[in-house]
């Protein structure tokens, strides 16, 4: 394998996975229904066009349950292909290939939707100087591949926790006292990165003081976007959040701002349509 993803443990997952999706009696289907020594071969392929996430560690799954199986990678993680496009070409013993089929599937599908998602929204903002980060809006367990898929459709990564750096947000805000206090505490810490979020104009100057290191402006129209990254001058990196759709992201981007984080990108990404298919060997 040679897929690298900083903090995912690629064994571990797959073992999880299987240990769910066979619970304590097996797969039931395939002991009773397929002869122990039938070989199987099959082609994995996407019934849409899509942006190619997750290929090899779908294939750590059929080499976990038949070690000597062999797959054939047909496209590339990254890669952007055609519908009816083949993505991987499997032979091996039949019960064990179908016993890991849904699951890797299933990991194929929800990155690959999530990639092709995010290349829509990359190439909306193309040419605009903006750029796209994605959020810590993913299912809980899954944020290291899902931030890998976002990465493959052309976004940045954003935090990938609560440890890399301050979020300081409305709530935060209210507790603090306001984002002057909130920013100066963090500071006051050794917090090197020190994001604070506005919604309003009047609390640009107020978190600068503080010690905020970037400005989030939350939920503000393009027009009041323009006048925010005036006011901030370029000091700090802006980043507009809050709301973006495909249809409101390239204006957000021709305001000015440095980022556009999205959330959608994670959270409501469909799933790719990828079918794995008995082939003739």
Not at 182 to 200: L, M
């Amino acid at each position: 394998m040679s897929i690298a993803i900083d903090g995912f443990d690629l064994d571990a997952f797959v073992t999880a996975t299987l240990a769910e999706d066979l619970g304590e009696g097996g797969d039931v289907t395939s002991a009773a229904v397929i002869p122990a020594g039938a070989r199987f071969t099959a082609v994995m392929d996407s019934r849409d066009a899509i942006t190619v996430a997750g290929l090899e560690i779908a294939a750590a799954f059929f080499h976990r349950l038949d070690p000597d199986a062999a797959t054939t990678l047909l496209a590339g993680d990254g890669e952007q292909v055609a519908a009816g496009a083949p993505l991987m070409r499997i032979e091996g013993n039949a019960r064990a290939l179908l016993t890991a089929e849904r699951s890797a599937l299933n990991t194929v599908q929800h990155l690959s939707g999530i990639a092709t998602l995010t290349r829509t929204y990359a190439e909306r903002i193309e040419g605009t100087g903006a750029t796209l980060l994605d959020t810590r809006k993913t299912i809980p367990g899954l944020r290291r591949l899902e931030k890998y898929a976002t990465r493959l459709g052309g976004a940045t990564n954003h935090r990938m926790g609560l440890w890399d750096a301050a979020m300081i947000k409305d709530n935060h805000v209210a507790v603090a006292g306001g984002v002057a206090q909130a920013a100066a505490r963090a500071k006051a810490a050794g917090v090197e990165r020190i994001i604070v979020e506005v919604d309003r104009l009047d609390q640009i100057e107020p978190a600068l003081a503080g010690g905020a290191t970037h400005l989030l402006l939350d939920n503000m129209p393009p027009d009041t976007l323009r006048e925010a990254v005036a006011l901030v001058g370029g000091r700090v990196p802006t980043e507009a959040s809050g709301g973006v759709t495909l249809e409101t992201i390239r204006a957000i981007a021709e305001s000015g701002v440095d980022f556009v984080s999205v959330g959608r990108i994670t959270q409501s990404a469909p799933a790719a349509d990828i079918g794995l298919d008995f082939a003739l060997a």
